[in-house]
Structures are given as structure tokens and as C-alpha cells.
């Protein structure tokens, strides 16, 4: 079975703090995806990437970073926590390089980080 | 653009089908469908492409009208585990990069 895993379930940060969400798959995924899931807006794409170094902004990447220095790991950095950054973060995986980035491959997710900040 | 999806709630009773529709206003290359059960991971159910090519659930069923940019998903003979969250992804191959965009949810609940 596909796994993807997330470093925290729930996470309370402060304002102004660095945050480091992490994301590892153990199935030698090409893409790995950064969602975040708020009531009534469904899933939303932060950024993705289709290899290791390469990534691609989604469609809400303002107050993001990302960091794939591996090909299983994708992390996703808040560089000055806001409140209206508390969420719940989805990570997700599929195969298939760039020419299969969303259109043949389902995507594995991982259990979530709610994510508070204060 | 997010696509559209009706109805956001639905309660039916076991054993009754239920249709969930997913619309977007751009031109769609496939349509993705999965569904997330209360506190776990969104799974998936089923890659609807353009030109009819399917990948899925075998207990799902799913239509994709391409020329009015729509999909639905038909749920029969609903049992209690259909119950959950359910989220289409459209991917649009306009110019630029190629996106996939969820829709905002549908909820199902099946009751006994």
C-alpha cells in the first residue's frame, strides 16, 4: 500500500514563527502535491512538484515555500506564520513525472496537519 | 476557477442513489473524483479523461459530458460507508501549467 506521511496531526504555532510541515511517501512517486482544506472552499493547490528541485506554484502560493530536496520528502514552509494560515494541510503523491502531473494518476493522501496559529 | 458542485448536502436512507454533479466554466481535459470520510485522507474513486478513457472504482460509476464541461458521480444501492465528503478535480490544458482544481465538497450522509 501507497503511504504518505505527514510529521504532525495538529501543530499550534505563534505568529511571526517559521513552520516546517513535512511529507514523506514510500512508493517512488514522482509528484508530490501541498493542499490545504478549509470549510466550504474545498481542497486548494499550493504548490507541486513533478521531481526533485523542480516545483510548480498551485493556485494559492502567496506566504508558502517549498523544499524537495528528495525525491520522497516534499516540505512545505511558512516563512512568517499568519492567522489566516490556520488550516488543515493535505499532502499528496502520485506517479508519473510531469507528462502524468494530474491526468492519468490518482493521488495518495496523507492523514493532515491542522495547523493553528496564534 | 473552482468548479461547481450541487447539491453540497444530501441525507438519504440506505439502500436509496443519489447523483452528484461537478461543473466548470473552462474547457476540461479530466475530471478526478474522491471522497474523504470524516478526520481521514481524501481516497480516490475515479479519473474520468477526455474522449471517454476511465480508471476506478469498480462499484462506481461516473459520466463526463465534455462539451458542457460536467461530470457526475452515481452512487446506487448507497450503503452507510458511502458516507463521507465527496470532492471533484478538474484539470483544464489551457496555456500555461496544467492545474488540477477541487470543487468545494459535496456531503453525503446515509442513514440506517
Known amino acids: 500500500d501507497v503511504k504518505v506521511t505527514q510529521s504532525s496531526r495538529y501543530l499550534v504555532k505563534r505568529t511571526g514563527e517559521k513552520v516546517f510541515l513535512e511529507c514523506v511517501q514510500d512508493m517512488d512517486h514522482e509528484n508530490m502535491f501541498w493542499y490545504r482544506q478549509d470549510p466550504g472552499l474545498g481542497l486548494r493547490l499550493i504548490y507541486f512538484s513533478y521531481d526533485v528541485k523542480m516545483k510548480e506554484k498551485g493556485d494559492i502560493p502567496e506566504g508558502y515555500s517549498v523544499s524537495r530536496e528528495k525525491k520522497e520528502r516534499f516540505s512545505l514552509i511558512l516563512e512568517s506564520a499568519s492567522t489566516n494560515q490556520t488550516s488543515m494541510y493535505l499532502c499528496a503523491s502520485s506517479s508519473g513525472g510531469l507528462a502524468g502531473v494530474f491526468s492519468y494518476n490518482e493521488q495518495f493522501f496523507g492523514p493532515g496537519t491542522r495547523l493553528t496559529v496564534l | 476557477q473552482q468548479p461547481v458542485q450541487s447539491p453540497q448536502a444530501v441525507i438519504l436512507r440506505e439502500g436509496e442513489d443519489a447523483v452528484i454533479n461537478c461543473s466548470s466554466s473552462k474547457a476540461l481535459y479530466s475530471v478526478h473524483w474522491y471522497r474523504q470520510k470524516h478526520g481521514e485522507a481524501p481516497v480516490f474513486l475515479m479519473i474520468l479523461l477526455k474522449g471517454g478513457e476511465q480508471k476506478g472504482h469498480e462499484k462506481i460509476s461516473a459520466s463526463f459530458n465534455e462539451k458542457k464541461q460536467q461530470s457526475s458521480l452515481y452512487l446506487t444501492a448507497s450503503q452507510l460507508s458511502y458516507s463521507g465528503t465527496y470532492f471533484c478535480?478538474?484539470?483544464?490544458?489551457?496555456?500555461?501549467?496544467?492545474?488540477?482544481?477541487f470543487g468545494q465538497g459535496t456531503r453525503l450522509t446515509i442513514n440506517p
Open positions: 478535480g478538474t484539470e483544464s490544458r489551457l496555456q500555461g501549467a496544467q492545474k488540477l482544481v
